[in-house]
């Protein structure tokens, strides 16, 4: 076991689980830029009508002109495949036939979330870097849950530098039920052959504590940024303002 240092305590512990959004990546500076082109591109597969840009943006919890994300919105906790039957189900209140719908969104994900333009967008989170580095030093295996995609979870870490410092990353489509189930603490537990009582969980969200909950961890940690930290201090074990306090 290792030793953290935070809110002056001293926590031993053998592997640190994260959320990505919101925890690694700045969710604001990163998503509502992301959101605001894919509206754009959606505006080239269909007539983008003030409708229907206000029903996207209310759909996903992303309110681009505002620069405000719902903390309990879709995009915040849900998964990719949720927030895509939502995208679809927007275009089909346009009149548009669900399988086409359907494929326009799944043009959209190539275009925008799996692309450049996704790349260019991602922002780290405040002292991210500093803290997988303190992490490696110590010699605490890292792993990262996240409702999104494990693939672009991993293409994510790339385009921050992170990298080379995260050991698994396990995504909605890793297991069979997403969070706030324990089937991806469960998964990344049995990989490195840690109990998940030896393990503390990182997030930004009401849901990262039920899955830390769920899961049985040590610690559960918060993060606020899109849920304040009232809240989140009535669900995570500790609440820390920014990454650096973990040392």
Known sequence: MATLYLSGREISTELVIFDKDGTLIDFKETWIGIIDSLISAMGTHVPLTPALK???????????????????????????????????????????????????????????????IRKTRIRPAKGVIELLVRLKNKGIPVAVATNDKESEAGSDMESIGAGAYIDLVVGADSVMTPKPAPDMVKKICDYFRIEPGKAILIGDTVMDAMLGRNSGVQLTIGIPGIVPREELEQHMDLVVDSLDEIE
């Open 54 to 116: 206000d029903r996207v943006q209310r759909a996903l919890g992303v309110f681009v002109d505002k620069g405000e994300i719902d903390g309990h919105g879709p995009l915040a906790m849900g998964t990719f495949t949720e927030c895509d039957a939502l995208l679809a189900y927007c275009l089909y209140q346009e009149g548009i036939r669900w399988d086409t719908a359907q494929d326009i969104i799944r043009s959209l994900n190539d275009e925008i979330f799996c692309s450049d």
